[in-house]
Each structure stands twice: as C-alpha cells, then as structure tokens.
C-alpha cells in the first residue's frame, strides 16, 4: 500500500513538471521569437518617425517580452533539472529492485510425475524434508513458491551462496576452471535432487582470480578450492559482484607497488587507498599480517555465521582441553583429550566425512558440540597398573593387553595387529586404519576390549609360532610394571 501510493505521488509530480515545462518552454518561444522581435522593430520604425506616439507602448512590451522570455527559460531549465532528478531516482529504485529480484530466483527445481498420486500427509512430509534439506527454515522472511508444468520453484530472499573454483576434465566442453556451487546454500546433506550451478572461466578471470587469490604456480591447479560468497544467485553476477568489490585490492596487488606481507590485511577493507604507495590512511606502510586491528569490511561483502573471528572467539570461552579454529573453507573444534578433530562448514554443519560423537545425532549442530565439550566430565584413570591390566585381560580370549614403556598395546593374536592406547585409555591415534569399523566414532581402550569380548567366538584360537610371537606371561607383566614403575 505504501510503495503504491508512493507511485502515485511520484507520477503527479511528474505531470505537474511536465506541465510547467511544457507552459515554459511555450512561453519562452512565443515571447522571444514573435513579439519581441516585432516590439524591437515597431521601437526602430518609431525612432525614425513612424508612429511616434505609440513609442512608449513598444519599449513596454519589449520590456516585457523579454522578462517573458527569461521567466521561460529559468521555467524550462528547472523542469529539465527537476525531472532529471526524479527519473534518476526512479531508475536507481527499479535497480535496487531489480537486483533484489535476481538474487530471489530460482535454487531447486523438483520434478513431480502428473501421474503420481501422493496423500496429503506424505506429501507435508516430503515439504518438510525439502525445507530441511534447502535450509528454507533458516530464512528469515517467508519464501514464494510457483507451480508450472509439474515444477516446483522456491524462491529464497537473502540466501548467502558459497561459490568454489573446480577444475573439469575428461569432457571436450566442460574441460577447464569452473566457477560452481551446489544449488542449496549450504550444501551438506547429499541428495539426489542436489544440482550444480556453474560458470566456465576465460583466461581473463583466472588471472584475476590468480592476483585475488594469491595463488602459486602452477596458477590453475592451486586456484582450484579457493571460493568466496555471495548474495548473487548466478555465478557470472556473483563473480562481477566479486571482482569490482575487490578491485582496488586488485590494482594494489598488480602495480608492484607494495610488498605482499603489507597487504594481507587489505583484502576487502573499506580503507585500502593502494596507491602512490600508499597502503591506507591509518597505515600508510601497510599491517604486517592478516590481523590488521582498524580493518573493516566493505558493505557488499558478506560472511558466514562462523566465518566471523568474533564468534569464533566467543565459542572457544570456557572451553578446556578443546580448541575452535578456522582452517581453510572449514571450522575445525579440536579435542586435545582424545586427539579428534570435528569438521563443520561456516554455516555450523557438520560435514559427512568429519567424524562424530557417539554421545549426539548426526545432525547436531556446531554449537551443541560446543556444549557438550564445555559441560563434559572427564574421569582420569590410569589404566598401566596391574589390576586395571589383569581386570582388562580377564575373560578377554584371542588378545592380549599389555603395559609397554609409556603406553598400553592390545595385541589381537588371530591377525597379529596392535593397537596402542595412552595410559588415560584414549587411542595414541584415534584414526589408526586398524580401527574395527563399529567403534569409529567410540574408540578408546574400553571399547575395544569389551568389542574383542564380544566378539571372542568368532577370534580362532592362536595358532602362532614360538618364533613369531612370545606371549607374556602374568608374573612377567607384573615384573615389567614394577619396574616401570
């Protein structure tokens, strides 16, 4: 109602200039061009003798006729002014509409077979693992959906696109860089009804991207994985929107005039000058380093949730023993307890290669990970004393668990394979290859010793040469602790 009657009034205004104007301009023409020019001439005929007394009456009209005529002429060159500015003005608004149209398109297209019946319930379901899987929940203001031919086409406002740099081979066409993303916004749940939205790179836009990445020789093989975000829904406007955001960090980079290490800080700040050598107002030699304390973004540029330094900072308080860092396109939360490490993208997903936690779903969020290590209770046990190894080894067939120098080592007789674990229980490597694929996520001494019991029918008894193996008797492990200990 509001943008209506804004058009309204806008449109009024322009008839009432187009009006006065036009009235100006006439005014103008008709008082200039006819009766000044016959006032002047009745003026000279009067100076000469013809029609003396009506001498004064033409000097009046001249008179006039030429204030008409400026009036006019002040009259046109206002209007002229007045609807410049309102059409420029309108043009800027339909721009801005425009661009906030394009980045509303479309980001996933379902295919529904018109002779495919579904229940009403069956289908909300499939609606509500579709919002999950596109991460329609997340936005903020309410999505348009369209039905045409049997597509489904869902709008997003304000998505936030990552888009990667990939490298295509074994395809005649296709072969070369490619400027890609999937067609969800996060694109960490694999689906069948993901798709890919790409763009091909000319030499042009590699070199660009080559300067803008800093990438090494060889240029194409290392700019492969470098991406960036946007708003744009189509790669070829996201990467124009990229290049011209980040052209002055572009130039600056290209006209030799500063050192690299001076500009590590610049990419992307609102006060990068970069030129007649000079880096910024604030530091006119540039910041060594990527931790420059005055940077500030530019407007267009946007970022992840967990993409921001800040927040990052903010989940690593009260966080013992366990780190939350960035690392190249991903967050990583280290635990240095059990030496795992936990992959999730910017958006706080975890990825499906990245391990787990037993303790939670697969879904679980970044920030619940968080929580779980910031309220978890580690109980400290030393598992190298002799009652903890004889309480290991009992009823414990076809293994063996032994103290060696600084570290306990499961022996499994029937394949010959070690594993070795810290005194506190936890894997010295908790992503050794030997791992049995039902413990990946829960791997540590107990696991495996209640795993090698449950399994211990399966285990064949040892059948191993005295030369191969010599196994340890329990008053030699007895010996050993004491004297390790």
Request: hydrophobic content about 35%; overall charge negative.
């Amino acid at each position: 109602m509001k943008d209506k009657f804004k058009t309204q009034v806008v449109h009024r205004l322009q008839e009432i200039n187009s009006c006065l104007g036009v009235a100006s301009l006439l005014a103008m023409l008709a008082s200039v061009g006819l009766v000044l020019p016959a006032s002047v001439g009745l003026t000279f005929l009067a100076d000469a003798g013809v029609g003396v007394e009506n001498k004064p009456a033409y000097k009046d009209i001249t008179a006039l006729a030429t204030a008409t005529g400026l009036f006019g002429l002040v009259g046109t060159v206002s209007a002229v002014a007045v609807g410049s500015l309102v059409l420029s003005t309108t043009n800027k608004e339909l721009e801005e509409e425009k661009k906030n149209r394009s980045s509303n398109r479309i980001i996933a297209i379902n295919f529904y077979n018109s002779d495919e019946s579904l229940d009403e319930d069956d289908s909300e379901e499939e609606e509500e693992e579709e919002n999950e899987l596109f991460g329609l929940d997340y936005c903020e203001e309410e999505d348009e959906k369209t039905n045409s031919e049997g597509v489904e086409y869902t709008w997003r406002r304000n998505v936030t696109y990552t888009y990667y740099v990939t490298q295509i081979k074994g395809h005649p066409t296709l072969h070369g860089l490619h400027l890609c993303r999937l067609s969800s916004h996060c694109g960490t749940k694999s689906d069948f009804k993901e798709e890919i939205v790409s763009v091909k790179l000319d030499d042009y836009q590699i070199q660009k991207l080559t300067v803008l990445f800093e990438a090494s020789y060889p240029e194409r093989e290392n700019l492969v994985g470098k991406y960036f975000h946007s708003r744009q829904f189509l790669p070829k406007e996201a990467l124009e929107e990229y290049f011209r955001l980040h052209n002055s960090f572009y130039w600056a980079k290209s006209s030799g005039q500063f050192r690299n290490a001076c500009l590590d800080s610049c990419k992307g700040c609102s006060y990068l000058h970069g030129a007649n050598r000079v880096v910024c107002g604030m530091h006119p030699f540039g910041w060594e380093g990527t931790d420059c304390p005055d940077k500030k973004l530019l407007d267009g540029i946007v970022l992840r949730e967990y993409e921001n330094p800040d927040i990052i900072a903010s989940l690593n308080e009260g966080l013992a023993d366990v780190e939350v860092f960035k690392m190249d396109d991903y967050i990583v939360v280290k635990d240095s307890y059990s030496g795992r490490r936990f992959q999730f993208d910017f958006d706080g997903f975890r990825f499906s290669w990245s391990d787990q936690l037993s303790e939670l779903c697969s879904d679980a969020h970044l920030r619940r990970y968080v929580n779980h290590f910031k309220y978890r209770e580690i109980v400290h046990e030393d598992y190298s004393h002799l009652d903890k190894i004889r309480e290991l080894n009992q009823d414990l067939y076809g293994a063996d668990v032994r103290v060696d120098r600084n570290r306990i080592v499961v022996h499994k007789c029937s394949t010959g394979v070690n594993y070795f674990f810290k005194f506190n229980g936890q894997p010295i490597d908790p992503y050794d290859c030997d791992c049995p694929r039902e413990l990946r996520y829960n791997y540590d001494l107990v696991s495996l010793v209640n795993y090698l019991r449950g399994n211990r029918r399966e285990i064949s008894p040892p059948r191993i040469s005295p030369n191969l193996f010599h196994p340890i008797s329990p008053p030699q492990v007895s010996e050993n602790l004491v004297d390790l200990i």
